[in-house]
């Protein structure tokens, strides 16, 4: 049995990929009950030591959460840390404290060259950047005013001294091998067929005798291109 804070976790409804009741996300459907954890991504309680009592599982992340227990009895859920251990300590401060595994503080008082994750966008926000399992951004420049830093997917950012971000990399979760078709069909994701095996009349690359390719660029039901568009905002 997965164990759980019951008073961190809420009910998240499962609209299955639908919007007004017409499907708006493809191969998503209903899928087995669970609990959405309440994470503290803001981590503002200062000079507090909190204590990791325990790594929880997450039916929403790919990455465990780990417990912690503040010494005023607060308790909160947290990514887990690469290198977080059950019974120790961490700590959140916008002054200079240790920059150990899993200590969040403000990217003013990080040496360069440090590993980092759950970073925030601006100050006081909430960590938006490096939350997924096994990730990590590195410190590359600050100076008085921004500093600058590369995501995982080595796009470089710049953000203001005073956003707070976690020491250490995420803690890398091993992938769970599916055994049979069910197990995905368990987390909400419905079969998949390919648009070349399909009639004309279900999409564009659908149609011809035998295996044909479609006589196209590979694309989407409604002919937006599938490979190497572009679809991010300027």
Same mark, same amino acid.
């Given at each position: 049995?997965? $164990? ?14 639908r919007?007004?009741?017409k ?15 309440k @994470?503290d ?11 990791? @009592?325990? !790594?929880?599982?997450d039916p929403y ?5 780990a417990?912690?227990n503040?010494?005023?009895?607060e ?10 251990k ?7 401060s916008v002054n200079?404290i ?7 503080? @403000? ?5 360069i ?5 759950? @970073? /925030?966008?601006f100050?006081?926000? &909430?960590?938006?950047?490096s939350?997924?399992s096994?990730? /990590?951004?590195?410190l590359? !420049?600050k100076?008085n005013?921004?500093?600058l830093?590369r ?7 710049k ?8 020491i250490? $990399? ?14 995905k ?6 079969p998949t067929?390919? &648009? ?7 999409h ?23 490979? &190497?568009?572009k679809?991010?905002?300027?």
């Amino acid at each position: 049995m997965n $164990k759980k804070n019951k008073k961190l976790c809420v009910f998240k409804k499962n609209n299955s990929g639908r919007s007004h009741g017409k499907i708006s996300v493809r191969h998503k459907g209903c899928c087995h009950k669970k609990l959405y954890r309440k @994470i503290d991504f803001l981590r503002i309680k200062d000079d507090i030591n909190a204590k990791i @009592i325990r !790594f929880d599982y997450d039916p929403y992340r790919n990455v465990k959460l780990a417990l912690l227990n503040y010494d005023d009895g607060e308790k909160k859920y947290i990514i887990k840390p690469n290198e977080a251990k059950i019974n120790s300590f961490i700590v959140s401060s916008v002054n200079k404290i240790n920059l150990f595994s899993g200590n969040v503080t @403000i990217i003013k008082n990080i040496h360069i060259g440090t590993t980092l994750s759950c @970073i /925030e966008k601006f100050p006081n926000s &909430g960590a938006i950047f490096s939350r997924s399992s096994g990730t /990590e951004s590195e410190l590359l !420049f600050k100076d008085n005013y921004f500093a600058l830093i590369r995501l995982p997917s080595n796009k470089k950012i710049k953000l203001s001294l005073y956003c707070r971000a976690t020491i250490g $990399k995420i803690f890398n979760e091993n992938k769970k091998k599916f055994y049979k078709a069910g197990q995905k069909r368990w987390k909400g994701i419905k079969p998949t067929v390919r &648009g070349v095996a399909m009639n004309p009349v279900d999409h564009p690359l659908g149609g011809g005798e035998g295996k044909t390719s479609g006589g196209r660029h590979p694309c989407s039901p409604f002919g937006q291109k599938s490979k &190497g568009l572009k679809t991010k905002k300027k």
